[in-house]
Every structure is written in structure tokens, then in C-alpha cells.
């Protein structure tokens, strides 16, 4: 029998780490393995293999490795947080050496009359904190991967680091006896004496700790969504006992088939059926839809959903993880470990860059000694081809495009949380919206009203707004507002009584008001005059909810109110058109009412009525058609949704769940903003991929150089530095992106841009 398992994977330092593992995994017989560095999980389909057997085949490969268990609690992660901490603490300490060591570096390298006695000391006391307490995770990460006979990019850094400080403290104590050859300058720079590269050393474990430092950062926020599901859970509860009492207990003691009690302004502890009482809930954690769903004994109700008016008593019929809010949690769970992990281009070509770099550097130093050259020059020679390779600029290549694009981004409406938001805004061709709170304002209004003949829409108001400001119904509220904002102060009302799901009636200037649905005319016996009923069929075929207002037994008037789209709906929805991307509209609204809105703003595709686990697995269909997909969305519901998809952009006044499902946030209540995210993020990934080609380029064109004694370790590692600058200088383009016209020549260039980074690069010289 086929099960799976996932197992969290701890100790993986990039992609080629996680391919490490899933090869050794999918060498066990009866098991396919995907292993995902973004989300450190492994999700294994395992048959005749235990959980303990899967994790000895991890941990032999040199890696932790520990049983998954689904997010039930709201506390975060204390080991993401210890991370994040730890790294941020090195990194801060590591900076503020870094910059005195290179600045009294630079200074005693090029002007040796600022030399004082004992200098050398000074250097190497600001080095030693660097390359010891700073640089120990890469130490630690090198040290286990040649354990384990492998090697990875942290490989790469830490010899860099031990090699420069070691050579360095060597020269100092045992001053090289040879002659530098010329005068001047380049006399200075060719003496073996000045062969102090403790400035490496520290630029490396300065840059390489803050690339990892934001990454740790990023890779934080994935357990957020996870944690504020969670949040959303009753965490006690009031149960009806045999005795009639009621008593107060954890939500996890609570059993299929309890009574609890549940009053306005509570969450519902449980999936359930209301055994007595009616009022109104907000089912808009599990629907997205604005309006309050009006129950009464016998419905059905979803727990996380929150009780707003009237006792309710309801048996439980699911409780713990077979809530529908479990569920949702899974799906999130889910969808993160599916989504495919983004291979970083460094990760990947570290594979045999890496092993490639040791294997010149080791010729070198051969190469150097056989043909008769000195101990100091076969060495310098060696060891200037490990600076030159040391990935400063590749450490910097992300987190500087990121950094830069993430403030240009704020200025725009955009945050950026990751760089897989960067890959993803590529190769997107399709684009779902939710409905309410995207498209829309996700709050009832009312858009029109019409009166019965004699009859002025003044006296529809001034009857309808008073009463129904004594209600505390959404759209009672939303009638009472508008009729505020017409008419100014309310006259009072009398008499009030709420007719659970029906509407309200009270006594407005000595005359009986009555509002409500026609099902509420109909039992009373009232007759709807025929303007009346052919508006309200008009706006009901519009997906619109409509009020009547009665007036001492005649109805006198007749409000539409619906939820109003976003003045930059159909603008947007052109532009991401103009882009050549598809749009869909997905909401779990009624068909009606969706098909009006997608009609209003351009959209052709619609898909309604669908639950939270409904949307999660049309973004999935999409996908296994072969769409790349992004989705917007702003509701709890969307969640599953938003972490499916290949890139999820949540608008910022939405729920705290959404956003952390979200690879970008709209922090701006503009549409316009969703084309904006995905051309600001083509242009940081092209920015990125431009750095990358220049840290690899300037490597490769380097290191023979160096190999052949041509270049000083100086040099070398002035080079290193002016390679950081051209990253940095790169990636500070990005600060003068402005959203263009969505027009074909833009598309055009831009695409180009992304998909020849060499372009890129030589606009960064023009």
C-alpha cells in the first residue's frame, strides 16, 4: 500500500542541496520523493518503507530530518525565528568590521607610509571575529557537505575565507624573502609582503551572510499563512451538558456530537447543525462573500465562521481535523510543498563550478611548482584564483535587485516578497481574479431605487434609513449610510423588531414601516405594484439584493444594493489584455451576479459557486493544462488558492491569511497595480539575470588570468569588489523603473529584455 509522508528537511543551504537529497531518496526501492528547498519539505509517495527508514537515508546524506506535522497552533515557528535572529546578529557584526578592515586595507596596501607598527595586528584582530563567529554557518554547512563527499556553494566561501585569513597571518609571521618586481605602484601591489588579503576574507562573510540573512528572512513568512489559519479557530468553547449548565472548555476537548452554545460576536468552535436559535453569520472566511448568511434551526454551519446576531445551539458534527478549516489548512499545507522550487541559477551551476574552481586552483599551484616557480608565487597564483571565485557578486546578484525593486515596488503600489515572485511573473499567461474585495469594494451599497407613483425617493429613505439603523444586518447598515448621506440626521423609530432573515419593521412618523424581501411581502399578503416587481426582476437578473419598503401596508419604494466594482476594475483587466494574458474570474459567489461583474469589467471566463478547496483545484486544472497561473485575491478563502498558484498577488486591505499566502502584496487600492506587480517583476528578473551573467562572466574570463600569475591577489580581490559595484550600480536601475504604457512596442522590448540578460546588462552602460 502506497502512503505518503512528508518529512521536514533541516541543514539545506541551496537548491543543489535539495537535489542532493531527492536522488538519494529515489534510490530507495518503493519510493518517489520530491524534495523542495523554497518550503525545506520532502513529500514522499512510500510503499514497505517506514518513516524511520526514510529519515536514516536523509540524515546519511548529511541532513536533518523530522515526521511533518500540520500547523494546529497559532505559535510561530521558534526555529525560523532563532534563524533569522542568529543570522541577522552575524550579519550586523560582520558589516560593521567589514567596512573599517577594508577601508585600512585598502590604505595600507596602496599608501605604505600610513603603515604604523604593528598594523598587521590590527587587521587581524578585526578579521578574526569575521571569519570564526560570523562565518561559522558556512564553516559548519562546508565541513558536513565534504563529510559527506560533496560540495556546495557555502564550500566555496569558506575556503575562500580560511585560505585568505591563513595566507595572510602566514605572510605577517613569516615574511617572504624575494624582490618585487618594477617600481612604483604596481611594485607595492607585486610584493609578496603585501599579500594581506584579510579584506577578502571579511567582504566575502559580509556579503554572503546578507544574502543568506534575507533569504532566512523570506523563507520565514511561508509558515505565516499556516499560523493565521490557525488563529481563525475558536480556542474554547461553551458546551451544553445533559444538566442544562453550561461549561467552558478547550476547543480540542470537544466531541462529535456535543451541544455548544454560541453567542453574536463568537466563532463557531465546530463544523455543525443549529439545534435552536437563528440569527446572521459571517461565512465570509470560508466564502469571501460580503453579506451574512441568515440561519435557523435545521442549516448547517462551518466552524471559524463568526456568529453576529442571536444565540445559536449547535451539535457538532465535525470537530479537530475534520473541520473544514483543518481542511483549508491542508490545502494551504499542500499547495506550498507542490508549488515547484525555484533553482536558483547560482545553486545550479555551483554543481560543478564549485569542484571545478578547486581543481584549477589545485593545477595552479602544480602547475606553478613544476615548472620551477617559487612557493610564494605558486600560492599567490592559487590563491588568486580562489578570491576571484569567492561569489561576492554572486551573493549580491538577488538580494541588492530584490532589495532596490522592493522599494521601487513600494512607491508603485507593489511589495515583492521573493524571488520567486520574480520567476513566476515570467512565464505567466493567465490570470484568475476573485470577485468580492478584488474586483469589488467587498461592502454593500446601495446602487439605485426606485418609488411607487406619488411617491418621492426622500420618503423611501428617510422610512428606510430609520428604521434599519436600528439593525445591526450589513445591509440594514449599508441602507441606513447611504440614507444618512442624502438626508442628514434620521428620524427615530419606534416599535423596532428584526425578522431574522426576512428584514425589520418599526414606527417612522407615526406610520408602519415594513422592509424586506418579497418573500416577506408575499407573507404578509402585501402586493408589489408592477414598477416595483419589474425593477426588482430586473436588478435580481443583475445579481443584485433588493429591499422593498412598505408603508402602512403599501410598498412605496424599492433599493438595489450590490457590491460595487473597483473604478479601476475594467482598466486593469484591459491592460493585463493588452499584455496577452488570459483573465478568469473565480469566485464563490452565485453564477448571476458573477457573470454581471465579469461583464462590467471585460472579463469573458467565469467560474462561481465554488468552495475554498473548489478554487485551490481550478488553479490546479489550469496548471495541468499547461497555464502558467497567477492569481488576486483577498479573502481567507483564496488562501489555498494563492499559495497554488504560480504567483499569488493579494490586495493589502485583505485578510492577514492572504497576504501571507502571497508572493506580492497590492498595497494600493488600485486594479491598476496587478499589471504594474508583473512588469516591475519581469524587469527585476531581468535585472537579476543580468547580474548573474556579469558574476559568472567576470569569473570565468578571470580565473585564467589568475591561474597564469596575471593577476595579484589584490588585484584579484579589487576586482572581486569592483565586479559587487557594477551588481549593486545594476540593481539601482531598477529605483528609476516607471509603469510604461501597455502598449505592443513595450511587451516587445521588455520581453526581450527578459529573455536575453546580456541585453540587459550592456543597457545597464548606456
Known amino acids: 500500500m502506497t502512503s505518503t509522508i512528508q518529512l521536514v528537511i533541516g541543514g539545506m543551504t541551496c537548491a543543489s542541496c535539495a537535489a542532493r537529497v531527492e536522488r538519494k531518496l529515489n534510490r530507495m526501492g518503493g519510493v518517489n520523493a520530491s524534495v523542495n528547498y523554497a518550503t525545506e519539505k520532502a513529500t514522499i509517495q512510500a510503499s514497505d518503507v517506514t518513516v524511520e527508514e526514510l529519515i536514516r537515508v536523509v540524515e546519511r546524506t548529511g541532513y536533518s530530518a523530522e515526521p511533518h506535522t500540520p500547523h494546529t497552533s497559532a505559535e510561530p515557528d ?137 533569504e532566512a528572512r523570506a523563507r520565514r513568512s511561508s509558515g505565516a499563512v499556516l499560523r493565521r489559519l490557525a488563529e481563525l479557530g475558536a480556542k474554547d468553547v461553551s458546551v451544553l451538558r445533559a444538566d442544562g449548565n453550561e461549561y467552558r472548555i478547550d476547543v480540542a476537548d470537544l466531541r462529535a456530537g456535543d451541544l455548544f452554545v454560541v453567542r453574536p460576536g463568537e466563532s463557531i468552535a465546530a463544523d ?179 418609488t411607487a407613483d406619488g411617491v418621492t425617493q426622500d420618503d423611501v429613505l428617510r422610512y428606510a434609513g430609520a428604521v434599519e439603523d436600528a439593525s445591526e444586518h450589513v445591509i440594514a447598515a449599508a441602507i441606513a449610510a447611504h440614507a444618512r448621506g442624502e438626508l442628514g440626521d434620521l428620524p427615530a423609530v419606534s416599535e423596532f423588531a428584526a425578522l431574522a432573515g426576512l428584514g425589520a419593521r418599526g414606527t417612522v412618523e407615526d406610520r408602519r414601516i415594513l422592509i424586506g424581501s418579497a418573500r416577506l411581502l408575499a407573507q404578509e399578503d402585501i402586493a408589489v405594484p408592477p414598477a416595483l416587481n419589474q425593477a426588482r426582476s430586473d436588478w435580481e437578473g443583475e445579481g443584485r439584493t433588493v429591499v422593498l419598503v412598505v408603508a402602512d401596508g403599501t410598498a412605496v419604494g424599492a433599493l438595489a444594493l450590490a457590491d460595487v466594482i473597483k473604478p479601476s476594475a475594467a482598466e486593469a483587466v484591459g491592460w493585463l489584455h493588452e499584455m496577452g494574458l488570459r483573465t478568469l474570474l473565480l469566485t464563490g459567489d452565485n453564477a448571476t451576479t458573477a457573470r454581471a461583474v465579469a461583464d462590467q469589467v471585460g ?28 492569481m488576486v485575491g483577498d479573502g481567507i478563502n483564496d488562501a489555498p488558492a494563492l499559495a497554488r498558484a504560480d504567483l499569488g498577488l493579494a490586495v493589502v486591505d485583505g485578510t492577514d491569511v492572504a497576504l501571507a499566502a502571497a508572493d506580492l502584496i497590492l498595497i494600493r487600492d488600485d486594479l491598476n497595480v496587478v499589471p504594474t506587480a508583473l512588469t516591475l517583476a519581469r524587469a527585476t ?63 516587445t522590448e521588455h520581453l526581450d529584455d527578459v529573455d536575453d540578460p546580456t541585453r540587459a546588462v550592456s543597457r545597464a552602460h548606456g
Open 78 to 214: 521558534d526555529a525560523d525565528d532563532r534563524r533569522v535572529r542568529m543570522l541577522g546578529r552575524r550579519m550586523i557584526v560582520a558589516i560593521g568590521l567589514a567596512v573599517i578592515l577594508m577601508d585600512l586595507s585598502m590604505g595600507m596596501a596602496f599608501v605604505p607610509e600610513w603603515r604604523f607598527a604593528g598594523w598587521q595586528w590590527v587587521l587581524i584582530g578585526l578579521t578574526l571575529p569575521m571569519v570564526t563567529w560570523c562565518a561559522w554557518p558556512f564553516h559548519r554547512n562546508a565541513f558536513r557537505a565534504a563529510r559527506h563527499g560533496t560540495t556546495s556553494m557555502d564550500t566555496l566561501i569558506s575556503t575562500g575565507i580560511i585560505t585568505s585569513t591563513c595566507w595572510s597571518v602566514y605572510v605577517m609571521l613569516f615574511p617572504i624573502d624575494a624582490e618585487p618586481a618594477g617600481s612604483g605602484l604596481w611594485a607595492v601591489l607585486s610584493s609578496p609582503n603585501s599579500a594581506f588579503y584579510l579584506d577578502v576574507a571579511g567582504g566575502v562573510t559580509m556579503f554572503a551572510l546578507t544574502g543568506r540573512f534575507l
Open 603 to 630: 472579463i469573458v471566463e467565469v467560474i462561481a459557486e465554488v468552495l475554498p478547496a473548489d478554487k485551490e483545484a481550478t488553479i490546479a486544472r489550469l496548471q495541468s493544462e499547461g497555464h502558467r497561473v497567477a
Open 272 to 450: 455543525g447543525q443549529i439545534e435552536s436559535g437563528h440569527g446572521a453569520v459571517d461565512t465570509s472566511a470560508m466564502t469571501g462573500e460580503p453579506v451574512p448568511a441568515e440561519v435557523a434551526e435545521g442549516d448547517v454551519v462551518t466552524g471559524a465562521t463568526v456568529n453576529l446576531s442571536g444565540r445559536l445551539v449547535v451539535r457538532a458534527t465535525r470537530v479537530g481535523a475534520d473541520t473544514q478549516l483543518a481542511a483549508l489548512i491542508r490545502l494551504v499545507e499542500h499547495a506550498q510543498a507542490d508549488k515547484a522550487a525555484i533553482q536558483r541559477l547560482a545553486d545550479r551551476i555551483c554543481g560543478w563550478f564549485v569542484p571545478a574552481v578547486f581543481v584549477l586552483s589545485a593545477l595552479t599551484l602544480a602547475g606553478w611548482l613544476l615548472a620551477g616557480g617559487e612557493v610564494h608565487q605558486a600560492v599567490t597564483a592559487a590563491l588568486a584564483v580562489l578570491i576571484i571565485a569567492c561569489p561576492c557578486a554572486l551573493g549580491l546578484a538577488i538580494p541588492t535587485a530584490l532589495q532596490v525593486a522592493s522599494g521601487t515596488g513600494a512607491k508603485l503600489g507593489v511589495f515583492i516578497k521573493s524571488h520567486q515572485a520574480m520567476e513566476s511573473a515570467r512565464v505567466i499567461d493567465t490570470v484568475v481574479l476573485d470577485k468580492t474585495g478584488t474586483l469589488t469594494q467587498g461592502r454593500m451599497s446601495v446602487v439605485d431605487l426606485v
Open 685 to 747: 528578473l531581468a535585472t537579476i539575470r543580468g547580474n548573474l551573467v556579469w558574476a559568472f562572466g567576470y569569473n570565468v574570463a578571470a580565473l585564467p588570468l589568475a591561474a597564469a600569475g596575471m593577476l595579484n591577489p589584490l588585484i584579484a580581490g579589487a576586482a572581486m569588489a569592483l565586479s559587487s559595484v557594477f551588481v549593486v550600480t545594476n540593481s539601482l536601475r531598477l529605483r528609476r523603473y516607471a509603469p510604461p504604457p501597455a502598449t505592443g512596442d513595450f511587451l
